[in-house]
């Protein structure tokens, strides 16, 4: 006669329950992160998820953070996308954006120089757009803004001071950076070793 799972002991299917769970979870986890990334691709050839998480303010979400790495996760190349869950405008994220570079160590007018630079491209945002960071060191950082190319900054000191805000050590925000890195290391431009 067949076998049901009324007939299994109640460990096996509590056990069978639970896996399932899991899997359904980490599926559901990594999908509300996961996004459409064709101008990711695109600018890669294929482009590999390294690590997602949330940044949150005093209780509120203010949005989701996506770190791809080029097709592995040693690679130089690499995207850091942001699923905003409020509005902003171009000026605010750009004046927040120079706030957390002064305070990871670059010169008041070297921080404010790029923060003007941000400021001359960077749209409003409402709540469900994204911003889009991809760095290449031929490029240096490319910006998007759901999915459309809006500008181009050359140079690594750029780039590395802007990307240190979510990957560097002394970043204002230790646990997205952690779910950003996941167990592996920060791309050569933030660190150049583990």
């Not at 989701?64 to 699923?83: K, M, Q, V």
């Not at 950082?141 to 459309?148: A, C, I, N, V």
């Not at 590395?160 to 167990?183: M, N, V």
Request: aromatic fraction near 10%; charged fraction near 20%; charge should be positive.
């Amino acid at each position: 006669m067949g076998s049901s799972m009324l007939d299994m002991p109640p460990w096996k299917t509590m056990k069978q329950f639970l896996l399932s769970l899991v899997v359904l979870l980490s599926l559901l986890s990594s999908t509300s992160f996961a996004r459409d990334a064709t101008h990711i691709n695109n600018a890669f050839g294929s482009a590999r998820l390294q690590g997602a998480g949330k940044l949150t303010w005093w209780g509120l979400d203010v949005y989701d953070a996506t770190l791809y790495r080029a097709g592995n996760l040693n690679s130089p190349e690499f995207a850091l996308d942001l699923r905003y869950q409020k509005s902003f405008t171009g000026i605010s994220i750009a004046n927040r954006t120079t706030e957390e570079m002064k305070k990871l160590g670059i010169p008041d007018m070297q921080a404010v120089l790029w923060g003007k630079e941000l400021a001359s491209f960077l749209p409003n945002v409402e709540s469900g757009q994204a911003l889009t960071a991809i760095y290449t060191p031929k490029q240096g950082t490319l910006f998007y803004f759901d999915g459309k190319q809006i500008a181009q900054v050359r140079g690594a000191d750029f780039s590395k001071a802007f990307f240190s805000i979510w990957l560097d050590p002394k970043t204002s925000a230790p646990k997205l950076r952690s779910e950003l890195l996941g167990q592996n290391c920060p791309p050569p431009l933030i660190s150049e070793g583990c």
